[in-house]
């Protein structure tokens, strides 16, 4: 997880707002979390791969296939569109929760993972239940 109080200092203010407009473009596609490292593709002219290393809510180190990542400043527009993300829909991918129209990259296996463990489950699909009445005194 980013703190963006805690990252924004590592961007200058032409940057940081460059990224904020690629993740409210939603440019930001097939984020994948490995432990604490985040990757993305950012459509921006062309297909850019970004990284980043999360740790204690900064930035640890960040990668980017782009010519301006660690020419003019640390880190580049891309990797602070990706920390955007990070910071606004980091906790559904910690929490399993994948949405590819949110960025994230889904597993294509993952649905039939789930439907082979709730088959194992024997979980009913349909629970027969008695009517409730509710009487007003």
């Known amino acids: 997880m ?7 200092k590592d961007f200058q203010v032409g940057t940081w707002n460059k990224g904020q407009t690629l993740f409210r473009d939603n440019r930001v596609k097939q ?4 432990k604490e490292l985040f990757t993305s593709e950012i459509a ?3 297909s850019i791969r ?6 204690r809510g900064t930035i640890r180190t ?15 527009r891309h990797v602070a569109a990706l920390a955007f993300w990070i910071i606004a829909k980091g906790s559904l991918l910690r929490a399993g929760i994948e949405d590819s129209e949110e960025g994230a990259a889904t597993d294509p296996n993952a649905t039939k993972r ?12 349909v629970v027969p239940a008695e009517g409730v009445a ?4």
């Open 2 to 8: 980013l703190f963006s109080n805690q990252i924004r």
């Open 31 to 34: 984020v994948r979390l490995k």
């Open 44 to 46: 921006d002219e062309e």
């Open 50 to 55: 970004t990284s980043i290393l999360a740790e």
């Open 62 to 76: 960040s990668s980017c296939s782009c010519s301006a990542h660690g020419a003019y400043e640390k880190h580049c």
């Open 114 to 125: 789930s439907k082979a463990a709730a088959a194992e489950i024997n979980v009913p699909k």
């Open 134 to 137: 509710y009487v007003r005194a």
